[in-house]
């Protein structure tokens, strides 16, 4: 063996480019961070995070203690004075409510739950979607078939209709009013959007079966949980994180049109708790006081804006760095 | 063709079922019946909620309402009473003396069918349509023909912006644009006749999908602008007019024509959010109210309806495809 190979002439480390060998995630990162705007999406989604979980020492005020009718109607800094006719004040920069609340701190309250909004049910339905998506497309057979039919069924459901009846008729019962109806919001998103990914595993598990390694693997004896543990899911990865940063702002603005119907997370009015407001319910609130105060309107328009773009931004920008085949 | 369209349609039938299904069983599970008002409102008394329980066949078993509601039921007088299958969705708990398709497709008294529910829903996604074609398709065309040129990127960050942020935020940035900044129009319209109305929520409501459009147009342009037969025209000595127009275009616009169905269908069933923004009455914000009414014939019906315009949706792009590219024939 060793005497065959002498006499071929032989790739040695002194004639290979002197690169270090690189893994697929270093790879993945050196095109990400080439790619400006997945950076500054990236930057500004990490803000978001560290708003979320510092909200309460940020928020400058309490952001349910109302200051009163003298407080009402203050105008962001932007505004020199308000349709109310109330001058700024630079201890609320983005204004106040018309119950005199810091329209800052309930911003900041409300990017804390937005963001649990949209990073809790990722988490729940990756785990049943792609569980779901990997066995069936592995296994195929009559399982796959039949997981294939209720994903055609669920998507001929508008998600924003199935998610308005799930809400709304659950919404009253013991698990809708249990703790601040997170865990019916999880549910409901998590019923809406499992299938949609297990769609998009199944195909991935389906594509990557019949490559060679797996093949090959398949030839040395491997059992199937090994296959796809070890071969299926790490390779699939991409796909799923791709998905994933496209899911949370998808679920972020679930949980802002629930909210804004009225139909979303019932926020508390104890200072104590977690959920004092969100992003939906801003949008409500704000709205309803948009002749007098439009500025409100306007922070939270924005404040919702920005965390989506930036999403898209990192999540175009993975999908570049992470499948360059998918590059557009 | 005939056994691929009958196959579609029968596939309508189980879909259909269980969309009735989950929405009954959801609706079952709801605390509290039609009947019951806020706690804190003087309730309908007993002896009424089952006289009208009983009118309305809620005393029944809830499989017999079920496929009551679905196939049809026996009336008081012995009649059979055709349900859903037949276009029957059923009376409404809360409009008295109304069936949910007469408030979905009636129009009041001596105006036209435009002026129903769904008139006004249907009005709102044809201008929103017709906006995401007359817009994205010339963007995503000029896009690629001058790509990587200044107006190429700065249509590129626009489309990647309407991709990004939904509908549901857009709308109220026109609205602080629109009404209370330029004081175009009020922050909420009063009479809804004619289609004046109708432009800044159709073009919010169609923003996302003309950047869509655009964006697919202009990779689709790219795409076709380095095929063989491009070249051969040119070679020819084609003016470059007829090159883009002929050759180019007509090809191009295969991709863009197949997405139309989904869209179409996306643009009718979607604007549950922006009907209740801008305050259009279509069946979206009727759908919304009915919810709070817990009217639960209305729920029903809106549901099903929605369901049957997403699958004629998605059967109409499986159609499609076979007529605008031959190379792509069903089986």
């Not at chain 1, 409510?97 to 900041?108: C, M, P």
């Not at chain 2, 929405?23 to 089952?50: C, H, I, N, S, Y």
């Not at chain 2, 017999?64 to 708990?93: H, M, T, W």
């Not at chain 2, 923003?207 to 040119?234: K, W």
């Amino acid at each position: 063996m060793a005497q065959a190979t002498t006499s071929l002439p032989r790739a040695t480390p002194s004639t290979l480019p002197a690169t270090p060998s690189q893994s697929q995630w270093e790879l993945a990162w050196r095109r990400l961070r080439r790619n400006r705007a997945a950076l500054v999406g990236g930057v500004l989604v990490v803000i978001y995070l560290l708003a979320a979980i510092f909200a309460s020492s940020l928020a400058p005020h309490n952001p349910i203690k109302d200051y009163g009718a003298a407080k009402a109607f203050l105008p962001p800094f932007w505004q020199s004075d308000s349709p109310a006719g109330k001058a700024f004040d630079p201890a609320f920069p983005l204004g106040t409510d018309q119950q005199g609340r810091d329209v800052l701190s309930r911003i900041l309250y409300g990017t804390r739950t937005s963001v649990v909004a949209g990073v809790l049910p990722v988490t729940i339905v990756v785990l049943i979607g792609a569980t779901l998506g990997f066995t069936s497309g592995y296994l195929g057979g009559s399982a796959d078939n039949l997981l294939m039919r209720i994903t055609d069924i669920f998507y001929a459901i508008p998600t924003e209709l199935l998610l308005i009846l799930v809400m709304v008729t659950l919404g009253d019962t013991a698990l809708g009013k249990a703790a601040n109806g997170v865990p019916l919001f999880l549910l409901a998103l998590a019923a809406v959007s499992w299938s949609g990914l297990a769609r998009l595993m199944r195909g991935s598990a389906l594509a990557l079966k019949s490559l060679s390694f797996v093949e090959a693997a398949q030839s040395l004896g491997a059992s199937r949980a090994h296959i796809i543990t070890r071969h299926i899911l790490p390779n699939s990865v991409g796909v799923l994180v791709v998905w994933i940063a496209f899911a949370i702002p998808r679920f972020i603005i679930a949980e802002a049109i629930l909210g804004y119907i009225g139909l979303g997370l019932r926020p508390s009015l104890n200072p104590n708790d977690f959920f004092i407001t969100s992003w939906g319910r801003l949008f409500l609130d704000a709205y309803s006081i948009i002749g007098s105060q439009p500025g409100f309107l306007l922070s939270v328009a924005a404040v919702v804006s920005v965390l989506v773009i930036s999403f898209t931004f990192l999540g175009d920008g993975l999908r570049d760095a992470l499948d360059p085949r998918m590059k557009k | 063709m005939a056994t691929f369209l009958a196959r579609r349609f029968l596939w309508f039938i189980p879909v259909l079922l269980v969309v009735a299904l989950i929405t009954f069983v959801l609706m079952k599970a709801a605390p509290g019946g039609p009947w019951d008002r806020d706690p804190e409102a003087k309730q309908v008394d007993p002896r009424t909620q089952e006289l009208l329980a009983r009118q309305y066949g809620l005393d029944k078993p809830a499989w017999r309402q079920f496929i009551g509601y679905l196939i049809g039921d026996v009336d008081k007088e012995g009649q059979f009473v055709c349900g859903a299958v037949c276009g029957n969705l059923g009376p409404s708990y809360r409009q008295r003396g109304k069936t949910v398709q007469q408030i979905l497709f009636q129009p009041p008294p001596e105006k036209s069918f435009f002026d129903s529910k769904f008139g006004h829903t249907l009005r709102l996604a044809v201008l929103a349509l017709a906006f995401a074609l007359v817009v994205g398709i010339p963007a995503g065309v000029f896009s690629a023909l001058r790509q990587n040129s200044w107006i190429d990127y700065a249509l590129t960050l626009i489309t990647n912006i309407g991709i990004a942020v939904p509908s549901f935020v857009v709308a109220f940035f026109s609205i602080l644009i629109f009404a209370v900044g330029l004081k175009l129009m009020p922050v909420v319209q009063k009479s809804w006749a004619g289609i004046t109305p109708f432009i800044i929520p159709a073009i919010v409501f169609g923003f996302g999908t003309m950047a869509q459009t655009a964006r697919l147009m202009r990779s689709t342009m790219l795409d076709v602008m380095r095929q063989d037969y491009v070249r051969t025209a040119r070679a020819k000595g084609l003016l470059e007019q007829a090159v883009i127009w002929k050759h180019m275009l007509r090809n191009a616009l295969i991709p863009v024509i197949t997405t139309l169905g989904p869209a179409v269908a996306g643009l009718l069933t979607g604007s549950i959010v922006i009907e209740n923004i801008f305050g259009v009455p279509g069946v979206g914000r009727d759908f919304i109210q009915s919810i709070g009414n817990r009217d639960y014939s209305m729920i029903m019906g809106t549901t099903l309806f929605y369901v049957v315009l997403i699958l004629l949706g998605n059967l109409s792009v499986d159609i499609l495809y076979g007529v605008v590219d031959p190379r792509i024939r069903v089986e």
